[in-house]
């Protein structure tokens, strides 16, 4: 047991900690950095709750696609970042007049009576104990009947995304040349070859390229 | 568990993980000089035949030439990702062979070994979720290296992996539905003894779409755009040298061994031989099939080198093309197919019969609409611009 | 778990067209686009009609709670079909003068129906999640269809980056609910808050957070900066289906949710609502007399209606959601006609302000007539349908004991008169600019003589519609 405290809590204090880094760092690159490291604390976490299909899933979703694409774009981006900073501090006192009234309001509610950190009891339909069924038979299980509509409801939502993202930003190019290997194929050498008689010796019969 | 089975386990643990990880770094040499053996022999060449002999030292005098090398970190990188990078991309090599089973198991004083590091129950999961990571090796490496050929190394790389991943993902899920387990175990197993029970007949385009996915995966030719010396110098690994570009050298053999291990496990039957692997005593069955499964697994390493020499790189639309518009089709329909033809007859042959033909089909389609759709071009050819180069989008 | 899929029929159905639309238009060469329209509102008739041949007097739900069907959803599915058609039918001349890639549009627009009748359907936390979400997406893509116009685009931006902090404040609130309670299901919370004899603080944060986050959707008023922009920037029919649809569907959701699941601790979000309610209505209309821009003046107006449908909800444990109900379709009607005359002189001078409606009802007298009309019923003057349901809210409100409320309400529906008049006063008093007449299409005029016959003969005679709302609001108590 002792074991599992102290992992759980260098995975709790990796988690919190690359998370603050993500939006302390100053390279925009070491923060999705972090936010991978976090991820992986936060995959650590799913593992030792017993959720180990969630742990990989979340790895391969988000460490190995989504954050990919993050850093693909931050990469990619030309931004200075130290001058859109700069105007950072001007909404310091805002931002901190608000922040602090929202802890405060916080501190109060959760001041004001002791929050129940038990499991409740009246759970709708319990989920099923873990060392008779594979948690990701589990999740199947209620995914593919009880909660059909939210998974083709998020396939939905996936697909009006993508069908949204295409059709704004697509956009006909006339410029660029394309291989058309049809075209390629169908050429015959009629239209491929020319003959020419070259005089020996003469200039300007030939047009370089 | 009584506590002189967990010594064995422990001891046997520790035991395999050794053996396992000594030959993953042998077979990384022997893949270094096979690969120039046999390149040499497809280029009616020698390939290295001085140091030991036919040259089997050679990967040794490499190693000790890269360890005595000055280890540069030039000024302009950003140090701590540029040191960090080569380790990001061997230890995912490395550590995804640790679910791979090699063999079926062995009987020693009463105590059954499975010949597998760890049989977790989300196996497949676990090896995708661990060559997914391998991508940031390769990007952390080309950005921390501040040189734009690296940058663009590191930005193909990460375009190529994100698009194949997919692929890979997808493909085996008729697979993990035929079987229904996620252990990597209880998939080699499920596959009988006899070719014909095999995977890869069941789920043909499939096994094809996988392969082809983990051929990119692991950057090498076809589809090492990443690198592709003639555009980008030496791509991600330019700023490399000594020990750290030994490093990347090491990962993508390694990267070429594990994948290999996978697609023998998931779609080529993996222990299993026509029965040869249950011949002999509880120790003798198990060392035979540790066996069978090596030679799998090195045959299907020289595809690795054959396609190498066989097929030229591809331009990058044409990964795009490749990724996007044939396998992922090809992997998807698979599902759809293999599931609906598994629910209606509950028969393996209808099944890969269905993959075939569907694939065909999806393909057909594709290519179809893709001759068809390609927009006429607005700069009409001429004789005089025709020879303009091909400009890609 | 037996699921009879037969119930969900008009689900089916529209995403189907919507499939069809996106198919077709794959096909369809540029000059035959006009048939897509046609097939999405052909279909969408077809829905209707099933929905109210099949669905009529059932009471059932599928996926163990997860989705209703019972007279209130069928209600709103009628309601919401309805309203995704005639968005449809104002899109046609305004699609094909100002807009590119009309397949996406109408598929993208039939994804957002088919969100809206689940979203009244769902009697679960997560399920309502999805289908806002559905419903957002959808929305955000067509806020930001006028790609190469500055105002849509930053509209849009403002909408997506505000649209996605509210799902997170939901996401959140639901998180509480669940962890606290042990169940999404509205029935089930509900049974769970009546039992427990305290109620823990995380939970009322958790309450408030869902509040918040819907307060964001249906844009009451802290919540209400991303209204205004993205109405101006959207395209005009957009805007319409924003305004209207978008917020019905809300509606449908929070009704459901407090009706079902909050009611037994009716005391601690009332007060909630009501102090919501009041600076709703009172900043969205004292924000409107400054607008010069029309779109954003009935962004405004429609804000100042939100608070009036919050004093509803506030007022739902004595008073039902006959009321509000009521207020929701005529709102629809009237806001839907005053968008399709916006649209149609927009259309022909490309003019989208106040100034720009000078002189209107000489150069297009029926367009004038129906626009004039429908800001009269918005403001509520009695024989409009606007009147009527205004009636119905106030006393609603009344009678629950929120008189006071229901008298700023009064004072702020006066204060909407004022700039309504000056629209009015433009359109008939002001000269016009250039006298030429504004050809109207006739699919315009059919649907805007539509919508006036529903403003004049609902607001004469609202029995049938008032029967319709009880039938719906029986199956919410």
Request: proline share 4%.
């Amino acid at each position: 047991m002792i074991i599992q405290t102290i992992m759980f809590y260098v995975l709790a204090v990796g988690t919190v900690g690359a998370g603050v880094m993500v939006i302390a760092s100053r390279n925009p690159v070491h923060s999705v950095l972090f936010l991978i490291l976090a991820f992986f604390n936060s995959a650590g976490l799913f593992v030792m709750m017993g959720a180990e299909f969630l742990a990989m899933i979340l790895i391969i979703v988000y460490v190995g696609a989504v954050a990919v694409l993050f850093l693909f774009v931050v990469m990619m981006l030309d931004i200075n970042f130290a001058e859109l900073r700069a105007g950072f501090l001007q909404y310091l006192p805002i931002g901190g007049v608000i922040g602090i009234i929202l802890l405060a309001e916080l501190v109060m509610v959760f001041a004001s009576g002791a929050i129940e950190i038990e499991v409740p009891t009246n759970v709708a339909s319990p989920t099923p104990p873990p060392d008779e069924v594979t948690n990701t038979q589990a999740l199947g299980d209620v995914l593919y009947t009880r909660y059909a509509y939210l998974f083709q409801g998020a396939g939905f939502i996936l697909l009006i995304a993508m069908v949204g993202a295409i059709v704004l930003t697509h956009r006909r190019r006339t410029d660029v040349r394309r291989q058309r290997i049809a075209d390629q194929v169908a050429r015959d050498p009629k239209a491929a070859v020319r003959l020419t008689d070259i005089e020996p010796g003469a200039e300007g019969t030939w047009k370089s390229d | 568990m009584e506590n002189s089975q967990l010594l064995v386990f422990f001891l046997s643990s520790i035991g395999k993980i050794l053996i396992i990880v000594h030959l993953l770094l042998i077979g990384v040499m022997a893949m270094i000089w096979a690969e120039r053996r046999v390149s040499g022999w497809m280029q009616d060449r020698l390939g290295p035949n001085r140091v030991g002999f036919q040259g089997i030292l050679q990967p040794i005098a490499d190693g000790l030439k890269f360890l005595f090398k000055e280890d540069l970190i030039p000024d302009h990188v950003d140090k701590p990702l540029y040191v960090l990078a080569p380790a990001m991309l061997l230890v995912p090599a490395m550590v995804t062979i640790a679910v791979v089973p090699f063999g079926s198991s062995i009987t020693i004083l009463g105590n059954e070994i499975p010949l597998q590091i760890a049989d977790i129950n989300i196996g497949i999961l676990y090896v995708l979720a661990v060559t997914s990571l391998g991508v940031y090796g390769v990007v952390l490496g080309a950005w921390a290296s501040n040189n734009k050929y690296s940058l663009l190394g590191g930005l193909r790389s990460s375009a190529q992996m994100i698009s194949y991943e997919l692929t890979l993902g997808l493909a085996i899920i008729g697979v993990l539905m035929l079987t229904s387990s996620l252990s990597l175990r209880e998939i080699a197993m499920a596959q009988g003894s006899y070719p014909w029970h095999w995977n890869f007949l069941i789920h043909f385009p499939a096994f094809l779409a996988f392969t082809t996915a983990m051929f990119a995966e692991t950057n090498r030719l076809p589809f090492d755009l990443a690198e592709a010396e003639q555009e980008l110098v030496a791509g991600y690994h330019t700023e490399y040298s000594s020990m750290k570009f030994a490093m990347f050298f090491m990962a993508e053999y390694m990267n070429m061994i594990v994948g290999s291990t996978v697609v023998v496990t998931l779609f080529l039957g993996g222990w299993h031989f026509f029965g040869l692997e249950n011949i002999g005593g509880p120790v003798w069955s198990g060392l035979i099939s540790f066996g069978i499964f090596f030679v799998k697994t090195a045959i299907f390493l020289f595809v690795f080198i054959w396609v190498r020499w066989t097929l030229p790189r591809f331009r990058y639309d044409q990964l795009m093309n490749l990724g996007w518009k044939f396998l992922l089709p090809v992997a998807l329909t698979s599902i759809v197919v293999t599931g609906t033809l598994w629910i209606m007859t509950n028969s393996r042959l209808i099944v890969g019969i269905g993959n075939v033909v569907s694939a065909f089909i999806v393909v057909s389609i594709v290519a179809g609409l893709l001759v068809m759709k390609t927009p006429k071009p607005a700069i009409q050819d001429s004789d005089e611009n025709s020879h303009q180069p091909l400009s890609t989008q | 778990m037996n699921n009879n899929f037969l119930l969900l029929l008009p689900e089916f159905i529209v995403t189907g067209l919507a499939f069809v639309v996106l198919g077709l238009d794959l096909f369809l060469p540029e000059r035959r686009k006009w048939v897509l329209p046609i097939v999405a509102v052909v279909g969408l008739v077809v829905a209707l009609v099933v929905s109210l041949r099949y669905l009529w007097g059932v009471s059932d739900s599928l996926y163990d709670g997860v989705i209703r069907v019972d007279g209130y959803a069928l209600f709103f599915k009628a309601f919401f079909i309805a309203l995704g058609g005639v968005v449809v039918l104002v899109s046609v001349d305004f699609v094909r003068r100002n807009l590119e890639h009309p397949g996406e549009y109408y598929g993208i627009l039939l994804f957002t129906v088919v969100a809206m009748m689940l979203l009244a359907a769902s009697g679960e936390l997560l399920t309502a999640y999805i289908s806002l979400e559905l419903l957002s997406f959808g929305l955000y893509v067509l806020v930001a269809y006028d790609r190469y116009n500055a105002k849509s685009n930053e509209g849009a931006t403002k909408y997506i980056l505000l649209g996605a902090f509210s799902s997170a404040l939901l996401l959140f609130g639901i998180s509480q609910v669940y962890g606290l309670l042990g169940t999404t299901r509205f029935d089930e919370i509900s049974s769970a808050l009546s039992s427990a004899d305290a109620l823990s603080p995380g939970l009322i944060l958790g309450i408030a957070l869902i509040i918040a986050g819907l307060g964001f959707k249906v844009a009451a008023v802290p919540f209400h900066m991303w209204a205004p922009d993205a109405y101006e920037g959207a395209p005009i029919p957009i805007t319409a289906h924003l305004a209207v649809g978008s917020k019905a569907a809300a509606f449908a959701l929070v009704l459901r949710l407090f009706a079902e699941a909050f009611m037994p601790i009716v005391e601690q979000w009332q007060i909630l609502l009501i102090g919501l309610a009041v600076i709703t209505m009172l900043l969205g209309n004292l924000v409107a007399l400054a607008q010069r821009n029309l779109k954003r003046l009935l962004a405004y107006s429609s804000v100042g209606q939100v608070g009036y449908l919050l004093m509803g909800v506030a007022a739902l444990a004595a008073t039902g959601s006959g009321g509000i109900m009521l207020h929701l379709v005529a709102y629809a009607v009237t806001n839907m006609a005053a968008f399709l005359c916006l649209a149609a002189i927009y259309n022909i001078t490309g003019r989208d302000d106040i100034a720009g409606m000078a002189g209107v009802a000489r150069r297009a007298p029926l367009v004038g007539l129906v626009f004039a009309v429908s800001l009269f019923s918005l403001a509520g003057l009695p024989i409009f349908v606007g009147f009527t349901s205004k009636f119905y809210l106030f006393n609603a409100a009344a009678a629950q004991g929120l008189l006071w409320v229901a008298g700023i309400a009064i004072f702020s529906s006066l204060i909407s008169l004022y700039y309504y008049l000056q629209v009015v006063r433009q359109l008939y008093i002001e000269p016009a600019e250039d006298a030429a007449p504004i050809p109207v299409p006739r699919l315009t005029l059919g649907v805007l003589g539509a919508l006036f016959a529903g403003m004049v003969g609902l607001g004469v005679y609202p029995a049938p519609l008032m029967e319709a709302v009880q039938y719906a609001s029986d199956a919410l108590f």
